[in-house]
T-cell receptor
Framework: QQPVQSPQAVILREGEDAVINCSSS?????VHWYRQKHGEAPVFLMI?????EQKGHDKISASFNEKKQQSSLYLTASQLSYSGTYFC????????????FGAGTRLTVKP | DTEVTQTPKHLVMGMTNKKSLKCEQH?????MYWYKQKAKKPPELMFV???????INESVPSRFSPECPNSSLLNLHLHALQPEDSALYLC?????????????FGDGTRLSIL
């Protein structure tokens, strides 16, 4: 089942912050975050596992709220290089191996 | 540069042609995937190979035929495709089949059906 991402699009100025949300109506085992720039392959950012955790990656971090089955991606002090489409991918089980992507959030960072 | 290599980068074919897409990885990954991506849409899972065996087929039409000759290679054979099959076809690999493994994507093959 496809997770629900919000917002659909965000426009920021350099240095501003953004939050992208990803939620599921079913219990999740893991949430993956990827960024895809126009004409390029999706690039892995991070994975969060059930049990509720937070992960950080320089100024990009994420959390997973198991009670709400929701993950949030936090982009702090955005840079021009953060522009792209962010997808969350969700897996229901350890061995399911059938990740479903959300519809994506298009992030544009302007100077 | 990505560690998953896909060829060709672009392919134009008629509806009666037969062609193949190729994907190669040398990271020792044991799971490989085919996705289809339409413009401004997320990747859609088509097939999953786990330890060279087909483990998931997402009800993909038989005009798409996957093949995994060995642990490093994944092919997608195309025959009698329809115009709506025009899309970016992405290959990915992961170390294993567990839901805690990141997927590494190739740059894709952009397919156009005339």
């Amino acid at each position: 089942q496809q997770p629900v991402q919000s917002p659909q699009a965000v426009i920021l100025r350099e240095g501003e912050d953004a939050v992208i949300n990803c939620s599921s109506s079913k219990a999740l085992y893991s949430v993956h975050w990827y960024r895809q720039k126009h004409g390029e392959a999706p690039v892995f950012l991070m994975i969060l596992l059930k049990g509720g955790e937070q992960k950080g990656h320089d100024k990009i971090s994420a959390s997973f709220n198991e009670k709400k089955q929701q993950s949030s991606l936090y982009l702090t002090a955005s840079q021009l290089s953060y522009s792209g489409t962010y997808f969350c991918g969700t897996e229901m089980g350890y061995n399911n191996n059938d990740m479903r992507f959300g519809a994506g959030t298009r992030l544009t960072v302007k100077p | 540069d990505t560690e998953v290599t896909q060829t060709p980068k672009h392919l134009v074919m008629g509806m009666t042609n037969k062609k193949s897409l190729k994907c190669e990885q040398h990271m020792g990954h044991r799971a490989m995937y085919w996705y289809k991506q339409k413009a401004k849409k997320p990747p859609e899972l088509m097939f999953v190979y786990s330890y060279e065996k087909l483990s998931i087929n997402e009800s993909v039409p038989s005009r798409f035929s996957p093949e995994c000759p060995n642990s490093s290679l994944l092919n997608l054979h195309l025959h009698a495709l329809q115009p709506e099959d025009s899309a970016l076809y992405l290959c990915a690999s992961s170390q294993g089949v567990a839901g805690n493994q990141p997927q590494h994507f190739g740059d894709g093959t952009r397919l156009s059906i005339l």
